[in-house]
């Protein structure tokens, strides 16, 4: 039996991400914001002897492909040749949805509509008619709750009825006016002479999609040589009436449709109305952000306490236990001080790292997010950022990987790079153990506090890296900013726990294998050359160290805390791993350095500041150069982030020390 | 007609012109922002503005509001 692949597509924020949770049971991350997804995600779903193959299109309002977010789903949809296109509708907002429906079948592809979160619209009272809805369409057309997973069944069926059906599709069709008409057939016949240049696009909506401005299309037929009618031949004021006429019939067809199909009863209140006049306050709505963030923080830090204790007394009891057994000391200190300590020091800071995530899932899932995007544009704005950007901003605090992927949505390339750029300054969750480590042993009391700081630090960093950039490199202005705002929901404590089982466990995979890995070379630097004093001056951790010192001599980092630096490049949390490792132990790393005479609280806020600032770890510079396609971008971006760090340390240390009369 | 961005919270207005026919056109068109299409003004923070149609919001910053031209109803 041949593979049924399907894609599904949607405008943003309808649900698609959770239904292609319930379709395939893969969970992922679904945002209840715009542009989470920004990669084709594929998953596999069996049922009887049929296997269907997922694809997640980005969430898209049309096809026309201006973002590199709209060019990703429209190539899927134009070039991959699927056997049906899933369009998940949000049932509360049909007419909205159906502009895009109006443009995916003119593709002429088998479509099946699936008509989502249909328990809302009954509680909003809004009926729809389904029947009427197909009729009209000419798409089947079938009920879901995704999020209850209500409806899957019946929409797989009609997946594989509609996917394994031999006759072509015959969707309703877009009645333009006749000034389109004309040009439409004009074009299309033309194509039609030369039809073998298309591929797989029909003449008929090749030409619809000429009229439309498709440059990519209109690039790549002027290179084969061809001047097309109408298009080559009239002027752009002409050619823009003919836009704004498709766009209308599109629109006119779109509430047609609506009209004849849903029912609103009268008078409903519009909720959430309410609510955004006082969350997005050009006065209150900053202060009230602010507010959550800070809240957020501060429960971050007491929640995961009592875990925290626990976690530390069971490793406490594995060191103590193996060295109760007979065993070879070199075998003894591989396991104790290799293996138990440095994962050890890692997996005690998993418990803050999985409220975190929490609570910004569930901070996403009510909306709330979109719309401190909105406070925040202003801000953003006056510093040469855009508004949009804030999002992958706030993804940063949870891993900087996602974040700069997310700048994908933004369409300007030049507020991309500086998005990119600033992003590592946000203060991503691998960085958070190495704050906790050395703020609670230098702080105390005042330990959330100094977290908080560095917080701010990094944000205020990143824009006056921003300012610098758009002031001196690009010299212009970001582009607009216009977002949808998605309507308030109830977060469910389901789905949040899910997400923050799924971005915790993926820390912990990188914990087991990139930091598990990283702590064993940190382990053997400082056990080799073989002889010498576990993590003294005379094992190769400590030639290293010594040797790089120097450099750092100005920002008062002893030799064990460089080696710290340049393993934290493998991950950030592995700063805490091998400095665990070279100060004899996890359970002892605390109380050691403490005692250590050459640290002092400034040097740690020195420190904590440059393993802010100075570089991404492996994975996000990775991203970063394919994101920016250019090395010298990515060099720049690496070059910065040094430099920063350096000159940030060393006011830190030396007003601090002013400051407090050392 | 004025600016979007020189409306009040709480106006219902009507869209009549759009300036310009560059990609912001282009996107306020798929948002569904188009001459003829009614709009209630949901937030005013200085020059940016939060719009309702039907059943969507949608946020516009200072220079997004300032291209659609609107009439008060």
Redesign the interface.
């Given at each position: 039996m041949k593979d049924i692949r399907i894609l599904l597509a949607g405008n943003p924020n309808v649900g698609k991400t959770t239904l292609f949770n319930s379709l395939c049971g893969v969970h992922q991350h679904t945002g209840n914001y715009p542009g989470v997804t920004v990669e084709i995600k594929t998953g596999k779903r069996q049922m009887n002897e049929h296997s269907i193959i997922v694809s997640d299109l980005p969430g898209t309002y049309s096809l026309s492909a201006f973002t590199p977010d709209e060019q990703v789903a429209r190539d899927a949809l134009l070039t991959s040749g699927p056997d049906a296109v899933v369009q998940i509708i949000d049932a509360t907002n049909i007419e909205r949805n159906l502009f895009l429906t109006t443009q995916l079948m003119e593709i002429g592809l088998p479509m099946i509509i699936a008509l989502n979160m249909c328990d809302l619209a009954e509680e909003q009272g809004i009926t729809i008619d389904a029947d009427c809805l197909e009729k009209n369409l000419k798409i089947p057309v079938v009920r879901i709750v995704a999020r209850k997973g209500e409806g899957i069944e019946e929409l797989i069926k009609t997946i594989i009825r509609v996917s394994t059906n031999k006759t072509p599709a015959f969707h309703r069709e877009v009645e333009y006016p006749h000034s389109v008409t004309s040009h439409i057939s004009e074009i299309g016949n033309y194509l039609g002479a030369h039809g073998t240049l298309l591929g797989s696009l029909s003449p008929h909506y090749a030409a619809i999609r000429l009229m439309e401005g498709d440059e990519h299309l209109e690039k790549m037929l002027h290179e084969k040589g061809l001047t097309i009618p109408f298009i080559d031949t009239s002027d752009p004021a002409e050619r823009d009436g003919i836009v704004e006429d498709i766009l209308l019939a599109r629109y006119r067809a779109a509430e047609e449709i609506t009209t004849c199909s849903v029912k609103c009863s009268m008078g409903r209140v519009m909720p959430g109305d309410l609510i955004d006049q006082v969350l997005t306050h050009r006065i209150f709505g900053i202060p009230i952000f602010l507010s959550c963030m800070w809240f957020a923080f501060q429960l971050t830090f007491s929640a995961s306490n009592p875990f925290l204790v626990g976690i530390e007394y069971i490793f406490g009891y594995l060191t103590e236990l193996m060295n109760s057994v007979e065993m070879d000391p070199f075998v003894r200190s591989f396991l104790s001080d290799g293996v138990i300590g440095g994962v050890g020091s890692v997996l005690v800071f998993v418990p803050s790292i999985f409220v975190m995530f929490l609570l910004l899932s569930i901070l996403e899932d009510t909306g709330y997010l979109a719309r401190a995007a909105f406070v925040m544009d202003r801000l953003m704005h006056s510093v040469g950022l855009h508004g949009r950007s804030f999002i992958p901003f706030l993804i940063g605090f949870g891993c900087n990987v996602p974040a700069i992927m997310a700048t994908r949505t933004l369409q300007s390339k030049a507020d991309r790079i500086i998005t990119i750029i600033t992003i590592p300054f946000m203060s991503c969750a691998a960085r958070l153990p190495v704050y906790v480590l050395f703020a609670g042993v230098f702080f105390g009391a005042a330990a959330g506090n100094v977290i908080f700081f560095l917080y701010v630090l990094g944000i205020a960093v990143a824009i006056l890296s921003a300012l610098i950039f758009r002031r001196l490199v690009f010299r212009d202005e970001p582009s607009p900013f216009i977002m949808e705002l998605p309507p308030y929901r109830k977060p469910s404590g389901f789905a949040a726990a899910v997400h923050m089982w799924f971005k915790g466990r993926e820390y912990l995979k990188r914990a087991g294998l990139v930091i598990f890995g990283g702590v064993i070379v940190v382990w053997a630097l400082a056990t080799l050359p073989a002889g010498v004093e576990y993590g003294s001056a005379d094992s190769l951790a400590g030639i290293i160290g010594q040797a790089l010192q120097p450099v750092f001599a100005p920002l008062g980092f002893n030799w064990q805390l460089v080696v710290g630096l340049i393993f934290g490049f493998i991950a950030k949390e592995v700063v805490v791993g091998s400095l665990g490792t070279l100060y004899g132990g996890e359970e002892m790393l605390e109380s050691s350095l403490a005692a250590d005479p050459t640290l002092h609280p400034i040097i740690a806020l020195a420190y904590m500041v440059f393993v802010l600032l100075y570089l991404p770890c492996v994975a996000a510079l990775g991203v970063i150069r394919q994101e920016m396609r250019s090395w010298k971008w990515t060099g720049i971006a690496i070059g910065w982030g040094i430099l920063v760090a350096y000159v940030f340390a060393f006011i830190i240390l030396h007003v601090g020390s002013l400051v407090i009369g050392a | 007609m004025v600016p979007l961005s020189f409306t009040n919270?709480g106006e219902k207005v009507v869209v009549r012109s759009i300036c310009g026919?560059g990609?912001?056109a282009?996107?306020?068109?798929?948002?569904?922002i188009?001459?003829g299409i009614e709009l209630t003004i949901?937030?005013?923070?200085?020059e940016?503005v939060?719009v309702?149609?039907?059943?969507?919001?949608?946020?516009?910053?200072?220079?997004?509001a300032s291209?659609v031209l609107v009439e008060p109803l």
């Open positions: - | 919270t026919t990609h912001l282009k996107t306020l068109g798929q948002l569904g188009i001459i949901i937030q005013k923070a200085k940016s939060i309702r149609i039907g059943e969507s919001r949608y946020a516009l910053g200072a220079g997004a291209m």
